[in-house]
């Protein structure tokens, strides 16, 4: 969870984002990871809407979900408001296929 204000001048922006991550163990090296994710930013001029869903499998050393590091395919599929269509040029929805890695030093 964040909330977080900004002043950028003449324009005062609320901006507040929350997500959940729950991942289900396969087996010791393999984890099923899902994802959903909220942000919203409100100002005088307009209010947008942000929602994420990701479904993802994780290769990992073992099977804690603070193991690193990890290889993840995902698929996440994204929406948003209208007041955001502009910035995605008219589209209201956008899906993204990968991989990616992760490690903590």
């Known amino acids: 969870l964040t ?3 900004r002043n950028t001048g003449d324009l005062e922006s609320n901006w507040l984002s929350f997500g959940v ?3 289900y163990v396969i087996n010791k090296n393999l984890r099923w990871v899902n ?3 909220y942000s919203r ?3 005088q ?3 947008n809407i942000l929602t994420r ?3 993802a499998l994780e ?3 073992n099977e804690s979900i ?3 590091p990890v290889i993840r395919l995902f698929l996440s599929e994204t929406t948003w408001n209208k007041s955001n269509q502009s910035d995605f040029g008219g589209k209201r929805n956008s899906h993204s296929l990968g991989a990616q890695g992760e490690a903590w030093f």
């Open 41 to 43: 930013v409100e100002n």
């Open 53 to 55: 869903a990701t479904t």
């Open 45 to 47: 001029l307009k209010t």
């Open 59 to 61: 290769i990992a050393p």
């Open 35 to 37: 994802q959903l994710g």
């Open 66 to 68: 603070w193991a690193r």
């Open 3 to 5: 909330f977080e204000q």
């Open 21 to 23: 991550r729950p991942m």
